[in-house]
């Protein structure tokens, strides 16, 4: 079978305040920024891409089942989801394609809630505390894993 160029693009809760509030800390581009940075940067791979963002738990796991049948790879930012959610954990571990998780700010040196990630062990890229650029080093990453190029 071959491999679909599609990656799909999650940002989980409140990361459509974006560019809106508290930039000291995420900065100040939007997620629409965001979608386009990494469309461009996927584009120059020959790679399209489905961007969702939602409050809702419920929407991003249906959004990772339905990239089972057409995306080659995932690149998520679970927000807060990333260290309290089990059942979004599980949905990529189910789909079983190479995820590439990434913050925007480095999580390891805030808050000890945000130490740990559900995400992180079924990811094959991470990128954390490079801000919006964060993204488009993910997709080259994740990229790379997808075409064999890298391991992760
Ligand atoms: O650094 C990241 O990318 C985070 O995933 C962002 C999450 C936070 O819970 C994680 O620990 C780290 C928060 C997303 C909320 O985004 C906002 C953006 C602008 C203004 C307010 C919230």
Redesign the pocket.
């Known amino acids: 079978m071959t491999v679909p160029h599609r990656l799909l693009l999650v940002n ?4 459509n ?6 930039p000291g ?2 900065g100040s581009q939007t997620l629409a920024d965001v979608v386009q940075l990494v469309t461009d940067a996927a584009a120059a791979h020959g790679f399209d891409v489905r961007a969702v963002q939602s409050n809702h738990e419920g929407v991003l796991l249906d959004a990772i089942h339905d990239a089972r049948t057409d995306c080659a790879g995932i690149v998520i ?4 989801l ?2 309290t959610s089990v059942v979004l954990r599980d949905a990529l571990s189910a789909v079983a394609l190479p995820v590439a998780e ?4 480095d ?1 390891r040196e ?1 808050e000890p809630f ?1 130490h740990h990630s559900y995400v992180a062990d079924v990811a094959v890229v991470h990128v954390i505390g490079e801000g919006v650029p964060g993204y488009v080093t993910a997709v080259g990453r994740l990229i790379d894993v997808i075409t064999g190029q890298s391991e992760g």
């Open positions: 989980g809760p409140n990361l305040l974006l560019g809106t509030r508290e800390i995420y930012n679970p927000a807060g990333t260290h990434v913050h925007i700010s999580v805030r945000r």
